[in-house]
């Protein structure tokens, strides 16, 4: 390639649309980024900022086609007169979707792919296989299985897969939507250092507090396929809408105050005085392998009827392993899970998708059907509904989520963070009793995640709700209790003014206090309980 004193990456007049849309996905894009910078780039779901990703690695036109216009150079060439094995040697690129990315059976393989690849002698791919998954901090999955990672574990996998390959340019697509708190903290703070030493390093993240605490040298806000502020932080506080993107707290409190309150009442309700016991674990055990130590250890736990609980924990904790037990995907290997008084071993799938619907932490994991009408018909034709039940439920869950013009739309072809919001549609659809959600959140703009929610808990016909989550914020904005996972044992069980008081616990679990809760436990006392920042603008004067 050319010289290293020519810019990375420059972006002039960047046009695209793909062939299966009318509207533009970018109009007139131009930017270009330094070497040892870090550019965020923040926005809605679908506003174009993978879009933007996919033209710089060469994604399209390779894989995806459309009508393009426009250049974008990497190091002075243009990234079109480029072939892809050329740009894969200069841009390492983190998927949203890290099953999308995991090609080996085992981890080292996996991470050793891109380096075979290229035909470099065995004892420098082990060395730089080896220096990778101890910069991630997960040296220890070395010859383990991808099958049996978390999704946390596999984002970290996926991660060290690119470091390995030294790349020049880093292309990081919602790289901390998989991680626990403490993990996304290590992995901006790697992010950080790789600038620093010179790498040109873009992240897309919908986790925007997270991704200043790095200092960006600078921030692009995207909006239907334009840039519509590029500047510093400080800028970016103040220009951008509040209810779009997830700012820190005191900032949103402050400009909430010459706003109307925002008004959100839950259905659900606990009764202290009817408990409705609906899921139970009893003494649960379970391996995924019998030379494999436990991953869930002498789990206790009920979901209730009027509970909407939130699982924290660690990536490897078991969150996922358990909640997949209340469905009956997994049988303990000791103990009893009973779903409405029945034992689950005895239980099929479909049996228990009757009572409980439960939404994959990935959306290529449930997504098949030719349209996004077809997908959320699915599930309750299955189910036996009658025609007219399935077509009011197709059109509550689709408003629910806010993509009612992609019903025609295969969901293939929409964002992750779109695809996210039609899997959860795809279960609402069937109205399940119980409502199990594995990282909702995950690729979704604030916007989004907090209308989803507010619709999902003040509609009627749910008795409980659980989600698993790395989000604390939306745990203690939405949940009446709060579950902590700690290598395969609950260690917090209680209402989230009682589980969040604990912050020396919190850190040991790896779950990082957030501006949100600091400020919530400050003004406890006069609150009495913990509320979105909005609502305390309003609350507390």
């Known amino acids: 390639m050319s010289n290293q004193s020519e810019s990375p990456i420059i972006v002039t007049d960047l046009s695209f649309r793909y062939n299966s849309r009318s509207d533009l996905a970018l109009n007139k894009v131009s930017f270009s980024v330094n070497p040892g910078e870090v550019l965020l780039i923040a926005g809605s779901s679908g506003c ?22 426009g250049d974008i150079t990497l190091f002075g060439q243009s990234v079109f007169d480029l072939e892809m094995s050329e740009i894969s040697q200069t841009v390492g690129t983190i998927l949203q979707d890290p099953e999308r990315q995991i090609l080996g059976t085992y981890v080292l393989n996996d991470v050793a792919f891109g380096l075979e690849s290229l035909g470099m002698p065995r004892d420098q791919i082990l060395s730089r296989v080896d220096q990778a998954l ?55 703070q790697i992010f950080r250092q790789l600038a620093d030493e010179g790498l ?39 220009a951008v809408d509040y209810t779009r993107i997830k700012l820190p707290a005191e900032i949103v409190m402050d400009r909430a105050r010459s706003d109307p309150p925002p008004k959100f009442e839950p259905i659900l309700k606990q009764d202290p005085q009817h408990v409705d016991e609906l899921v139970k674990f009893d003494h649960v055990h379970f391996r995924y392998d019998e030379e494999l130590p436990f991953v869930l250890d002498d789990i206790n736990f009920s979901i209730n009827h009027g509970d909407v609980i939130a699982i924290l924990g660690h ?8 909640v997949k037990h209340a469905l ?29 619907g439960y939404v994959f932490q990935s959306p290529s994991q449930m997504l098949f059907a030719p349209t996004v009408a077809e997908e959320l018909a699915f599930g309750p034709t299955n189910l036996g509904m009658a025609k007219a039940d399935i077509k009011n439920n197709i059109q509550w869950a689709i408003e629910t989520v806010n993509l009612e ?67 604390l914020d939306l745990a203690l904005i939405y949940a009446n209790r709060i579950v902590i996972l700690y290598d395969g044992r609950i260690v917090a069980d209680g209402p989230p003014e009682a ?20 400020l919530n436990k400050l003004h406890l006392p006069a609150t009495g309980s913990f509320y979105r920042a909005e609502t305390l603008a309003h609350m507390i004067g």
Not at 340 to 355: I, L, N, P, Y
Not at 427 to 448: H, K
């Open 48 to 69: 174009g900022k993978t879009t933007l990703m996919r033209c710089i690695n060469g994604l399209i036109p390779n894989a995806y086609q459309g009508d393009v216009e």
């Open 134 to 188: 101890d910069r991630m901090g997960i040296l220890h999955l070395r010859d383990r299985e991808t099958f049996g990672t978390s999704g946390g574990e596999k984002q970290k996998i996926a991660l060290a897969g690119v470091l390995a390959m030294n790349p020049r340019i880093l292309l990081l697509d919602e790289p901390l939507a998989s991680l626990d708190p403490a993990s996304a903290h290590e992995a901006l």
């Open 200 to 238: 040109t390093v873009m992240i897309v993240e919908h986790r925007v507090e997270d991704v200043l605490a790095i200092h960006p040298e600078r921030v692009i806000y995207m909006d239907e396929g334009r840039i519509t502020y590029a500047g510093d932080r400080n800028g970016l506080l103040q």
């Open 315 to 322: 990536n490897g904790s078991g969150k996922t392993t358990m």
């Open 328 to 356: 009956g995907l997994l049988k303990p290997t000791r103990g009893e899970v009973y779903l409405e008084g029945k034992s689950t071993r005895s239980m099929t799938v479909a049996a228990a998708a009757k009572s409980v």
């Open 405 to 471: 013009e992609e019903l025609d739309t295969p969901p293939l072809a929409l964002s992750f963070g779109q695809q996210k919001r039609i899997s959860i549609a795809a279960v609402l659809s069937m109205r399940s009793r119980i409502l199990m959600m594995d990282e909702p959140t995950a690729g979704q703009d604030y916007w989004n995640y907090r209308t989803f929610m507010d619709a999902i808990l003040q509609m009627p016909g749910f008795d409980a709700i659980a989600f698993i989550t790395h989000d």
């Open 499 to 518: 589980v969040l008081a604990d912050e020396e616990r919190l850190i040991h679990c790896r779950i990082l206090p957030t501006s949100l809760l600091s």
